[in-house]
């Protein structure tokens, strides 16, 4: 048992601090908001420059290889920043599941690309009413030279600028992962404005043509491939909330220190004072767990049951650590010319992504029958 | 970043698990049906917990100079995890955290007498510090104790003095500045014999476990009972609670709960057909309380892992009272609620589940919210060294 995070894993945690804390003013975050895609290039390069983008790719493919519990260090400075970087889609669900389930050639092909800032993939793990990529209802059927894939993704990412989108379908016998390219003949884009208030897209896919270079895994492979997406998915949102939390618990305390009503700072009304400290400890638990679902999925050990865990406190600390910043700023919370709005639409966002709390108690619930009643006879 | 335990930590656990199981004697398993002996101290409890001492389970964590192996926090945890998870009514105050403030602070005959005797099994000690108007503002304590030649004469009243029905010594924290402004600048800590002349007790029944209010009337008290400085006895106080927590709530306890209400689930016929365990709302209060333990188990070995690289983080500390102390309530309910009414049946009777364990449980629940430094205590703590917020008021 260690809970020290290493001197490598320390610095590019300081690295990236300082660069996002460069990039995320309040003036740049509106004139990103202002674009047409909420998209920051300027501090993807800086990342990329920086090295962090390749945290967790191999350095045979141009990254550092400091692993997967790095890259959800990386994604929780994201959070505490709000910056506006597709870090989950690309790095976690996409470039992740390639540097552990992609050929080779593939990984040649287009990890260095994304280590270095030039290449982007984003992932489509959801469809409506199923966020579980091992059983999705797109469907591939086999044919000369690859897969012809149909049906429909949602709420991607980066979905009109991405080189590919990775995703799974189902053969009826087997499941298959491909990277699509949006641009292939038979894919269609629809605009999705979401929580965040950014736009993101449904895919939809008829008899797309997936030549066989860009399928990744078939079968038995493919199932571990979309597991592992989900797992690591589901602990970077965790992780990202971590940050968002942490800073809007943080703006809460020191705007009620300053915010006079009564003639006396609020923070010392007791009432005040410990719905801030309840996040505090909400925050705390929110911690553990997701660490403990990261440091798993890093060494590669089983965290089924750790992930559904830190998922759960997720959508749950988001949820009321966001409500409570809200309640204790009074209207300058919900003022768009304050910052803790944006915090606020991505806390919402996270938690009804990969699965809602409610959802995965019982998922969580459904394991813990199965579990006794194999045993318990 | 690696939370697992070790092969070595994992073999330690297993060692108690098992040695505890021989302390825990079909003798004692009859003797603590017995109200009076529920909380310890019948004589099978006094013959297991000397020959947990003859056998050198007892002051793991304390230094050799004392007889102890020096321990991590870590083993320690995991010594004190299993023997809570056992259900043996080791007195753990007695041995963890005062027996080390007695151990630095007292004369050297005294030393002798106490740790020696607790090293060894045969002793245990009560805590004197709340008072029926000094709770947890304890600071304001009225007992006092006064000087007279080489003696103490200590008068006054201690409320819910646990264990002191059967305990050797009560450790009480007492006045001996007469100016009651200087509140905790002018208290003092003493060892009082409990067959000393002038003690006194009646007990008192709470909704769970059986404590006591304590008289003192003119106790004539030797000064070597004295423990430390004269008027320096708060952070005595203050350093021995701040350990109290870490027995307090240990995970193996609860766990062993959930892991009971489960296989209880599994096994028991629903009346819709299948077993209950396959109920949606049954499988619900199960994965709830499973995500809120596992944060008990993180919190307990982040403590301890933190424990033994330096200073504990005081909001750290206070963010682990206030989860556990609630979740544990929120557990005992969430339980309950799967056993329904055979959830009400009492140790005993015939159809109690799990021996009606959570019948007991929740009935001790609530004083962990305000015992122990009350949760509004240490949320302000929180807010104060976690958020630097100004004091409340
Ligand atoms: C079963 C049992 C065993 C015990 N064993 C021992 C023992 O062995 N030795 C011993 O010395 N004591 C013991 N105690 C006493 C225990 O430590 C006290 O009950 C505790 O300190 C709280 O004090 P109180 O009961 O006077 O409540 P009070 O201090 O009167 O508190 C009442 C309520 O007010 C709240 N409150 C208090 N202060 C504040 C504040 N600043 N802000 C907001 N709210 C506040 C509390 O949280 C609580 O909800 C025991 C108590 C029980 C019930």
Redesign the pocket.
């Known amino acids: 048992m260690n809970f020290t995070i290493s001197e490598e894993q320390q610095s590019a945690q300081q690295l990236a601090q300082q660069i996002l804390s460069d990039f995320t003013e309040v003036d740049k975050l509106k004139a990103i908001e202002q674009q047409q895609k909420n998209f920051d290039a300027d501090l993807w390069q800086a990342l990329a420059k920086a090295g962090l983008l390749g945290l967790d790719i191999a350095e045979e493919q141009g990254g550092t290889g400091l692993g997967f519990y790095s890259l959800t260090a990386l994604c929780e400075e994201i959070g505490r920043t709000v910056a506006p970087v597709p870090i989950i889609p690309v790095l976690v669900s996409a470039a992740g599941t390639l540097r552990r389930f992609a050929s080779d050639t593939q990984k040649d092909q287009w990890l260095p690309g994304i280590a270095n800032g030039t290449t982007l993939i984003s992932a489509a793990l959801e469809e409506y009413n199923n966020d579980d990529p091992t059983t999705p209802s797109c469907s591939a059927q086999k044919m000369e030279g690859g897969f012809a894939i149909s049906g429909t993704k949602i709420c991607i990412s980066e979905a009109t600028s991405v080189t590919r989108i990775l995703l799974s379908a189902h053969t009826g016998d087997e499941l298959v992962v491909a990277l699509v390219d949006p641009r292939a003949a038979g894919v269609t884009l629809n605009p999705q404005l979401v929580s965040t208030g950014e736009t993101r897209h449904e895919l939809v896919m008829t008899k797309v043509q997936v030549p066989t270079e860009d399928i990744i895994a078939t079968g038995s492979e493919a199932l571990a491939a979309m597991n592992w997406a989900h797992q690591a998915t589901r602990t970077a949102l965790a992780a990202v909330a971590v940050g968002l939390c942490d800073k809007m618990m943080r703006i809460t305390g020191q705007y009620t220190s300053e915010r006079e009503q009564f003639g006396r700072p609020l923070a010392t009304f007791?009432a005040v004072s410990h719905r801030v400290a309840d996040c505090y400890i909400d925050v705390e638990c929110l911690r553990l767990v997701t660490q403990q679902a990261a440091s798993l999925i890093d060494e590669g050990h089983p965290a089924k049951d750790a992930v559904q865990i830190a998922k759960i406190w997720c959508g749950n600390a988001a949820h009321r650590v966001s409500q409570a910043a809200q309640h204790c700023h009074g209207g300058t919370g919900v003022d768009r010319d304050y910052p803790l709005f944006r915090y606020c639409q991505w806390a919402r966002q996270i938690e009804l992504t990969a699965g809602s709390s409610a959802q995965i108690t019982g998922e969580l619930g459904q394991a813990i029958c199965a579990e006794y009643l194999s045993t318990t006879t | 970043m690696n939370i697992e335990l070790t092969a070595q930590q994992k073999a330690l656990q297993q060692e108690v698990r098992e040695y505890m199981k021989t302390v825990m004697t079909p003798e004692l398993l009859e003797e603590i049906k017995i109200p009076e002996f529920k909380e310890g101290g019948g004589p099978e409890f006094r013959k297991q917990y000397a020959r947990m001492g003859a056998d050198g389970w007892i002051g793991l964590s304390w230094s050799k100079a004392l007889g102890g192996k020096e321990l991590s926090h870590v083993e320690q945890y995991i010594f004190t995890d299993e023997v809570v998870r056992s259900g043996f009514a080791y007195p753990f105050l007695t041995t963890e955290s005062t027996t080390p403030v007695i151990a630095a602070n007292a004369n050297a005959e005294i030393r002798e007498e106490v740790v020696g005797g607790v090293k060894q099994g045969k002793v245990v000690i009560?805590?004197?510090?709340?008072e029926p108007n000094a709770?947890?503002?304890l600071a304001s304590l009225k007992t006092k104790a006064e000087r007279d030649g080489d003696d103490w004469i200590i008068n006054g009243q201690k409320m819910?003095?646990?264990l002191a029905n059967y305990a050797d010594y009560v450790w009480l924290a007492a006045r001996t500045d007469p100016d009651e402004s200087k509140k905790h600048k002018g208290l003092t800590m003493f060892l009082v014999p409990t067959n000393i002349e002038g003690f006194s007790l009646t007990p008192v029944h709470?909704l769970g476990?059986r404590?006591n209010a304590t008289y003192y009337s003119d106790v004539r008290l030797p000064d070597k009972y004295r423990v430390g400085e004269v008027n320096e006895g708060w952070k005595l106080i203050t350093g021995q609670l701040n350990i109290e927590r870490l027995s307090l709530f240990t995970h193996g306890q609860v766990d062993s709960l959930y892991q009971g209400v489960c296989e209880w689930a599994a096994e028991t016929d629903a009346p819709q057909g299948g077993k209950l365990i396959e109920q949606p709302w049954v499988q619900h209060n199960l994965a709830t309380v499973k995500s809120g333990l596992e944060v008990v188990k993180l919190i307990c070995w982040k403590q301890v892992w933190a424990m033994d690289q330096g200073p504990l983080n005081m909001a750290d500390a206070s963010v682990a009272k206030v989860y556990s102390s609630e979740f544990f309530v929120e557990l005992y309910r969430l339980l309950l609620e799967v056993m329904g009414q055979a959830g009400t049946i009492a140790t005993d009777s015939k159809g109690a589940v799990l021996k009606g364990k959570l019948e007991f449980r929740w009935r001790v629940g609530p004083?962990l919210t305000?015992?122990g430094g009350?949760?509004?205590?240490q949320r302000d703590i929180i807010a104060m060294a976690g958020l630097w917020m100004p004091r409340t008021r």
């Open positions: 007791q | 009560a805590i004197g510090y709340s709770g947890t503002d819910w003095t646990s709470t476990v404590t004083v305000f015992g009350a949760n509004e205590v």
